[in-house]
Every structure is written in C-alpha cells, then in structure tokens.
C-alpha cells in the first residue's frame, strides 16, 4: 500500500456515478431480464475506463473502478454467492423514524434508492468468480491505459452483508458472520492475488447503530460490533493487513443524523480490525469535529496504522475550497504524521446505482479540490524532501 512519503496521496471512498447506459444493464438484469450479455460487457469496459481516466485526470493517485459492475456495495454478493434470494423488509434509520415529514419527502421525492435486497435462506458458498475477474481485468487494463499506478478495489465486509441480507438459514447471527467470514475470503484473496488493495466497506460498525441495532443498549451494540469485526479478521487470514484497507460510515444520505453513535464509543474496537488504513468520515456536519477523538484517543491507534479522513462531504454539491482541504488534513498530520495521512472523501458518490445528490461533473470537480488542497499541504510539510 502506497503511503504518503514524498507528498500527501488522494484517493476515494469507490463508488462513482454510473453512466445511463450501464444503470440501464444492471437494472435489467436485477429485474431477470435477457440482456445482451456483450454488449453489457462493453458498456462496462468502457465506463470503467472513463471513470478512471477522470480520477487520473482530476489528481486521484490511488483509483477504483466505481464500482460500476455493482447494483450497490453490500447486495451484489448475491450474484457471487449461493443462499441469497428473495427481498427483505426496508430498515428505516433511527433519526429518520423522529422526523417522518422529512423521511416522507425523502421517499416521495426520489430521495431513497430502489433494489432487492434479499435475504440468507440457505448455505452460503461460491456460486461464480467470473463477475469479480470481470471487475478486475477492467480496472487493469484500465489503470494501464490511463497511468494509474495503483488501484483499490471494494468488497462488502462479512458484517454489512449481515446488515443489509437478514439471516434466515444459520442457527444464529454468530453463525452466519462465521459463514460469511469463510465466503467472502475467496472474493478478498482473488483481489490481493491481482495485485489490488483490497478495501473492505464496513458501514455495519457505526451505521448499524440507528439501523440494524437501534433496539440494542449500547453496551450490547458493542458486543456485536466486536463480532464484526472478530469475523472481518477471519476473513483476512492469510492477507497481509498492508494489502487491506476499511471504510467505516454512518450512513451516505443527507438527513439529522442525531442518532449516529460517537466515533469515540467505538473507535477503540474499530482500530482492532487487521487492515492497515482506516477511511471515516470527518467533513459532514455531524462529523466533523471528530477529529478531537483522534486526537484524544491516539494511544489506541497501531503505530502502522495509516488514516484517510474524509475532506470531501458526498452529499451535497458544495465543491469544497481546497484551503479547506489543507485545514481538514492537517489537523490529522499533527497526530499521527505526514506518512500516515491519505486524503480521502466522506463516503462514495454512487453507492446506489443510477441514484446520487451530487452531480457527476461536481465530484470530478470535488476531487480536483482535494487534490488541490493535498499540494497545499504538500508544500507545508514536505518542505525539506
């Protein structure tokens, strides 16, 4: 994993906007369509292709492929995976059940996304690879064309595919983490082994909180999050933690957001999952002043520990000035070190395909302010290399 030693790096969350015709492909194969299968391939190449070129261009050093091949970051495993089918009942977010006039314009308005999400109805083993070697020799051949010199590709972690797909064959929820655990390793090993960092999308740690555990005490929510986290080491083995990044968020929608539990409640369990950088949120208004806990609980971070903050908010089309990129970023150089900092952003810009509030020419735009604001701070700390 590349770290910051001569500059401050750029990279992102990973999903990006979806062009109209890949949206079309995957919304037509989520409803059991026919497609032409060739021609969805294409379609895919192609946008992979623009998305990374766009990321080059606007001063992403570590790049994705946008995940473009996914209908979203934790439900696509049901077309890699057996035991998956069916739908589930929608879980409202805690803040949202307190403000029901905003949930209904919310709803009414576009402003929730559309897609199955199933349940766990039986064993939960490989059903085909061949999506993920897809999504791998695209970004590649990608990255290859457009002078990308590395590339992170996302993965759900065992506990958010807990959070999103009920559990309705193993015996207990312990059970069917442990399941997941031993699935989901093929998919992590297959991304490391094409010389990829692998990111794990772990949303379950702090969005699970006012969602899948709202009616838990938080001594009890903490209880299960520990077995995330025991399950996501699991899964990770036999990968070098160096090779491995997590994503930990509240939730990427725009709403009150009260209800998010402290980054300082559970960033002590946080730092015991293996992979070496940490991706959180530290731009939204909720957020933003957790800084302090990083700060206040730095003896809790591993000395290899790398952190990539958020300097770029994903819900709203504010383009942040880059002097407020520096400011964000520095605060986290002078805990832990100009090596050990990434800049990175809130959470993705298209975790739902074919559904996000910011425009796709703004976010191209957002990232160039990163990368903007990252020469700033390049130039203050890196004075004497």
Request: net charge negative; charged share 25%.
């Amino acid at each position: 994993m590349r770290t910051s030693t001569d500059r401050i790096l750029t990279t992102h969350v990973g999903s990006l906007p979806r062009n109209q015709a890949v949206v079309d492909f995957i919304f037509a194969r989520e409803r059991g369509e026919t497609i032409d299968e060739s021609g969805c391939r294409a379609a895919l190449s192609e946008a992979v292709q623009d998305v990374v070129e766009r990321q080059v261009r606007a001063g992403i050093d570590i790049v994705s492929d946008g995940e473009m091949s996914k209908i979203s970051y934790a439900t696509y495993i049901k077309d890699r995976f057996t035991g998956f089918d069916g739908d589930s009942p929608r879980r409202t977010p805690g803040d949202l059940l307190e403000f029901p006039s905003f949930m209904k314009k919310l709803s009414g308005g576009g402003g929730t996304p559309n897609y199955r999400r199933p349940c766990c109805i039986g064993p939960i083993a490989v059903k085909s690879m061949q999506p993920l070697s897809d999504d791998i020799s695209f970004v590649k051949t990608a990255a290859s064309k457009s002078g990308a010199t590395e590339i992170f590709m996302n993965a759900a972690s065992p506990g958010v595919i807990a959070l999103f797909q009920p559990n309705q064959h193993y015996a207990d929820d312990d059970q069917y983490l442990e399941a997941l655990a031993h699935a989901m390793a093929h998919e992590y090993k297959a991304i490391v082994d094409a010389g990829l960092i692998l990111q794990l999308d772990s949303p379950d740690l702090g969005l699970g909180r006012h969602m899948m555990y709202r009616d838990l005490d938080e001594s009890a929510y903490l209880s299960r999050i520990e077995r995330h986290v025991e399950a996501l080491n699991l899964a990770l083995a036999t990968i070098p933690a160096d090779r491995v990044r997590m994503h930990v968020c509240w939730g990427n929608y725009e709403g009150p957001h009260h209800k998010d539990i402290g980054l300082e409640t559970i960033f002590s369990i946080v730092m015991k999952a293996k992979p070496q950088a940490l991706l959180f949120e530290s731009s939204n208004p909720r957020h933003a002043h957790e800084w302090e806990v990083v700060r206040d609980m730095k003896s809790a971070i591993p000395d290899d520990k790398i952190l990539i903050p958020g300097v770029l908010d994903s819900t709203t089309n504010f383009i942040e000035h880059p002097r407020l990129v520096a400011q964000r970023l520095s605060k986290f150089i002078e805990i832990v070190g100009r090596e050990r900092v990434i800049a990175g952003t809130d959470c993705g810009f298209g975790t739902f395909a074919g559904f996000g509030v910011v425009d796709p020419e703004i976010v191209y735009a957002k990232f160039a302010a990163m990368a903007e604001g990252a020469e700033i701070v390049t130039k203050q700390y890196f004075k004497d290399s």
